[in-house]
C-alpha cells in the first residue's frame, strides 16, 4: 500500500527477469483459488487486485517459474510402460535470478543448434500469483470459500496485458488502491482450438473498495504470495532435479526413488515401492 504507481512502474523497467523470494511453503489446501477459465466463451470476469502482505515486494504479484519433466512410465509399474508421465520441478531462478539452475544452464547450450526443440520444451515455464476480490463472475462456483479475497494464476497474456497497462502513462493511481484503485477485465473468447484472453483490460474508471470488501481485508488480511510459490529446493533436491531432467531427455521412466522430492500428481509412493519390490 505504501508503494507509488511511479515506483512500481521503475522496479519494471528494471527487471531482467526471476523476482528474489525467500524460502517458501506450498500451498494449501483451501480453494481460494480462482480459476476464471472455468468461465463460457465470449464473458467477462471482472476482479479487483490487492497488493502483497509481504510489504518488501515491489509489486502486486509473484513469479512462478516450473519445468515440466515427462518421463516414459514408472519404473517398476509395468501398467505405465508407454503412457506420458509429468513431473513439474521448480526452477531456481524463481527465488532469486542469480541462482544457479543446471537445467536452464543446459539448455541454454541448446539454443542456435540442432536441439532447440528441447530448449523450448524445458524452459521454465512462467506465471504470475496474484490475490483479490471476484467483482463479477459469470459462471457458478461450486464450494466457494468463505473468505472473498482470492488467488489467481494468471498466465503470460494477461500478465503482459496487465504490465503493459501499468506502464501507460494514462494510468494515474495504483489499480490495488484501497481508495482509487482499478478493476481488470477478464475477457475470454476463442482463437482456434484456445482460449483467447488479449483483449483483457483494466476498467477505464477507477472505484472505491466496498464496506464488505474492507471488512473482509480487515478479517482475514491478505496473503503473504510467495507462501504459494513450490518450497525452494535444498542441495539435495536439486540434485534431483539435475537427476531427473537428464532422465527425461534420456526419455527413462520416472523412478520412485525420486518421490520424496518431486513426484507425478496423484502418485502412490507406497504401492510403487511394493510393485518395485514384487511384494
Not at 60 to 66: D, L, P
Not at 107 to 116: G, M
Not at 194 to 210: C, D, G, I, V, W
Not at 251 to 279: C, E, R, T, V
Request: glycine share 6%.
Amino acid at each position: 500500500m505504501t508503494q507509488s504507481l511511479e515506483q512500481l512502474r521503475e522496479q519494471l523497467r528494471k527487471q531482467q527477469g526471476g523476482d528474489g523470494t525467500s524460502t517458501s511453503k506450498p500451498s494449501g489446501g483451501d480453494n481460494a483459488l480462482f480459476k476464471f477459465w472455468d468461465a463460457k466463451n465470449d464473458t467477462t470476469t471482472v476482479i479487483r487486485f490487492l497488493p502483497d502482505k509481504d510489504t518488501t515486494n515491489p509489486f502486486f504479484w509473484v513469479e512462478r517459474q516450473v519445468v515440466n519433466l515427462t518421463f516414459d512410465g514408472i519404473l517398476g509399474d509395468p501398467s505405465t510402460t508407454g503412457k506420458v508421465i509429468s513431473v513439474q520441478v521448480p526452477c531456481m531462478k524463481m527465488y532469486d535470478h542469480t541462482l544457479h539452475c543446471p537445467i536452464r544452464a543446459e539448455i541454454n547450450k541448446y539454443w542456435k543448434t540442432d536441439k532447440e526443440d528441447l530448449a523450448r520444451k524445458y524452459w521454465p515455464k512462467r506465471s504470475y500469483l496474484m490475490q483479490g476480490f471476484v467483482r463479477e463472475c459469470p459462471f457458478e462456483e461450486e464450494n466457494s470459500p468463505e473468505n472473498p479475497i482470492r488467488r489467481f494464476t494468471i498466465n503470460k497474456t494477461l500478465f503482459k496485458n496487465i504490465q503493459q497497462s501499468l506502464l501507460d502513462p494514462e494510468m494515474e493511481e495504483m489499480p490495488t488502491s484501497y481508495d482509487r484503485g482499478t478493476d481488470f477485465r477478464i475477457i475470454k473468447t476463442q482463437q482456434g482450438e484456445y482460449a483467447n484472453y488479449s483483449t483483457s483490460t483494466f476498467a477505464r474508471k477507477e472505484t472505491s473498495l466496498n464496506d464488505n470488501e474492507r471488512a473482509a481485508i480487515e478479517q482475514y488480511g491478505l496473503y503473504d504470495l510467495k507462501d504459494f510459490l513450490p518450497n525452494r529446493p535444498t542441495d539435495e533436491g536439486l540434485a534431483v532435479i539435475e537427476e531427473m531432467f537428464f532422465a527425461s531427455l534420456e526419455g527413462m521412466p520416472y523412478d520412485p526413488k525420486w518421490a520424496n522430492h518431486y513426484k507425478p500428481y496423484g502418485f502412490d509412493f507406497y504401492s510403487a515401492h511394493l510393485q518395485a519390490k514384487n511384494i
